[in-house]
């Protein structure tokens, strides 16, 4: 599976299973009433970004307007917000230097800007795996909204539009998202300001109520599998449908979890389940420094384990659960018959807790959590 590689939502040109969210911007578009203020929500990781990456792509590679007019005075009405790999826009774009968009994110911290403004006046060119493990900010604040006002104000790129994307809304903090109303009510003409949010509910009710807004639902298994045929042809069929109900309809986790060979690993660590309630402590410690010497790995698999363990206790209030892979069945009621489903699930708020604490041996917390599983079996 390593022929997956897991694409930036700039630099991305497929965007699957969103058709519907796309036919409405573009009938707005071609309608003349797209500009304002945006909320694009929905489950991490199913296409928010690339959605909003494809319309700033697409809007800011029309004609200005006093272009638009062939020769008999109409106006050709585009059918479809795809921007080609070869466009100038693209480019510009994919490598955020666009003057016509502004990308709004959890800043770097002042080390890690330093260090990026050496490099550059130095002509070197950026690396993108440098650039990508940068330490930030865990929150956007105010400072980064006022960047964001200054750039609305700017004079508009070559077609006369601005594009701001903040990704993602949930990540500001109480001052910027007050700085940020007053933009949202009142954006300049041709402007679009695109709100990303995973969780929209976190966001102010006065900065909801001022954005339409555009939901995106997560993905059948059908669409997941048109996009594994896609990007391998090394996935087996029952590799795939693991994928997809583990990536519980997100593409960007499906192709993350694929990349990091995420059903071998995911496998793997039920298989310690085996004869559960007993367990081998040697075989856990073998699993972490084998499988997970990678701190991306294991954070991925402390992942699956929360989301197996969560779904474990809904599961236990339905009659049929499909299998993740043959024999999956089997730990899970292992596990049900074994710890009642009420602790069950403070087990895995107080594990999901624990590997969130960056101030512990993440490793050692992994291992930790399946001894407290068997301690609590009955």
């Not at 900010?137 to 964001?148: G, K, S």
Request: with cysteine; hydrophobic share 40%; aromatic share 6%.
């Amino acid at each position: 599976m390593n022929d997956f590689c897991a694409i930036p939502p700039e630099e991305q040109t497929d965007l699957f299973g969103h058709d519907d969210a796309q036919r409405i911007l573009l009938d707005l578009w071609n309608n003349g009433h797209l500009s304002g203020s945006w909320l694009f929500c929905g489950p991490r990781g199913i296409g928010k970004a690339t959605l909003a990456y494809r319309l700033a792509r697409f809007v800011l590679a029309q004609p200005a307007e006093t272009e638009q007019s062939n020769l008999f005075g109409l106006t050709d009405q585009p059918t479809s917000l795809f921007i080609p790999e070869t466009h100038p826009v693209f480019k510009s774009v994919s490598q955020r230097t666009n003057p016509g968009l502004k990308i709004i994110e959890c800043g770097l911290k002042e080390e890690e800007l330093k260090s990026r403004q050496a490099l550059i006046d130095a002509g070197k060119q950026l690396d993108p795996e440098t650039e990508k493990k940068r330490k930030r900010f865990d929150e956007i604040r105010v400072a980064d909204i006022r960047e964001a006002e200054s750039f609305l104000h700017l004079t508009a790129g070559a077609n006369g539009w601005r594009i701001l994307i903040i990704d993602s809304a949930d990540e500001m903090n109480s001052n910027a998202a007050n700085a940020l109303l007053k933009s949202l009510e009142e954006p300049p003409n041709n402007t679009l300001i695109i709100l990303i949010s995973h969780v929209p509910g976190k966001l102010l009710p006065t900065i909801r109520s001022r954005c339409r807004k555009l939901s995106l639902k997560p993905l059948k298994n059908n669409q997941l599998f048109d996009i594994f045929k896609l990007k391998s042809e090394q996935l087996s069929e029952e590799d795939s449908r693991s994928l997809a109900l583990l990536a519980e309809g997100s593409p960007g986790k499906a192709l993350t979890l694929a990349e990091q060979g995420g059903v071998s690993v995911f496998k793997q660590m039920l298989s310690l389940f085996a004869d559960f309630p007993e367990m081998r402590v040697t075989k856990i410690y073998d699993f972490v420094e084998k499988t997970l010497k990678d701190k991306e790995v294991l954070k991925m698999a402390q992942s699956l384990l929360i989301q197996w363990l969560a779904d474990v206790c809904i599961s236990a209030e339905t009659e049929k659960k499909e299998e993740i892979f043959s024999g999956e069945s089997l730990f899970r009621q292992r596990l049900q018959n074994t710890i009642p489903i009420l602790k069950l699930m403070d087990l895995t708020d107080e594990l999901r807790c624990a590997f969130s604490d960056i101030d512990l041996d993440q490793k050692q917390v992994f291992v930790n959590a399946f001894l407290t599983l068997q301690r609590e079996a009955g």
